[in-house]
Nanobody, 120 residues
Framework: QVQLVESGGGLVQPGGSLRLSCAVS????????MGWYRQPPGAQRELVAA???????TYTDSVKGRFTISRDNAKNTVYLQMNSLKPEDTAVYYC??????????????WGQGTQVTVSS
């Protein structure tokens, strides 16, 4: 069974940094993309950053230039480096792995979420 385990969340002051990690266990067959989503209190979940199997990265406008997504294939781990954090970044952050074609989603997995709180 595929499992995603997130870590690295916590409390940080505005302007500080955090690095989130997502360790993937189990077998994922074929090309897949990885991403980070977040859900602020009372709001819908939104895509923060994504990394395709080909190495292309995308970011939501509010984090571009501050956040960086990366992966370590040898460790089966995806990271989200978050710099210059703002109170507006406060949310539960979720890791995602997806196998898809241009037409359908073949399989999708989610982590349990990790809380990030930015406050002075």
């Amino acid at each position: 069974q595929v499992q995603l385990v997130e870590s690295g969340g916590g409390l940080v002051q505005p302007g500080g940094s955090l690095r989130l990690s997502c360790a993937v266990s189990g077998e994922i067959f074929g090309p897949h993309s990885m991403g980070w989503y977040r859900q602020p209190p009372g709001a819908q979940r939104e895509l923060v950053a994504a990394l395709t199997s080909g190495g292309t990265t995308t970011y939501t406008d509010s984090v571009k230039g501050r956040f960086t997504i990366s992966r370590d294939n040898a460790k089966n781990t995806v990271y989200l480096q978050m710099n210059s954090l703002k109170p507006e970044d406060t949310a539960v952050y979720y890791c995602n792995v997806k196998r898809a074609t241009s037409a359908i989603i073949l399989s999708e997995y989610w982590g349990q979420g990790t809380q990030v709180t930015v406050s002075s």
